[in-house]
Nanobody, 128 residues
Framework: QVQLVESGGGLVQAGDSLRLSCAAS????????MGWFRQAPGKEREVVAV????????YYADSMNDRATISRDNPKNTVYLQMNSLKPEDTAVYYC?????????????????????WGQGTQLTVSS
């Protein structure tokens, strides 16, 4: 069992930057592929960014348009999501998730069903 705790959400203005953090329990964090997802009211959960085990391979949703950077610190069991030039449409609950298998498959890693553990989420609200 892996426990994930997200932090860093809040209320910001359009154009601001923000960094979300996700701390994971356990001692096998470096084996996991990590993803950030978001879910806005009335919408399905969607991928934001994904990072492979050693932080070399990354995927970003088109909606982020180079405004996001995912990174990880394996010794600290933490994954980050830096977001810049925030827009009101970025408003959502942001979740981090673990793919315990760790295999990079660009189709599968973008699907929420490919993830084994989820955090409780952190709310980000971007005002216009």
């Amino acid at each position: 069992q892996v426990q994930l705790v997200e932090s860093g959400g809040g209320l910001v203005q359009a154009g601001d930057s923000l960094r979300l953090s996700c701390a994971a329990s356990g001692d096998t964090f470096s084996n996991y592929l990590m993803g950030w997802f978001r879910q806005a009211p009335g919408k399905e959960r969607e991928v934001v960014a994904v990072l492979n085990r050693d932080g070399v391979l990354a995927y970003y949703a088109d909606s982020m348009n180079d405004r996001a950077t995912i990174s990880r610190d394996n010794p600290k069991n933490t994954v980050y999501l830096q977001m810049n030039s925030l827009k009101p449409e970025d408003t959502a609950v942001y979740y981090c998730a673990v793919n315990a298998g760790g295999v990079w498959n660009i189709v599968r890693v973008t699907k929420p069903t490919s993830y084994d553990y989820w955090g409780q989420g952190t709310q980000l609200t971007v005002s216009s």
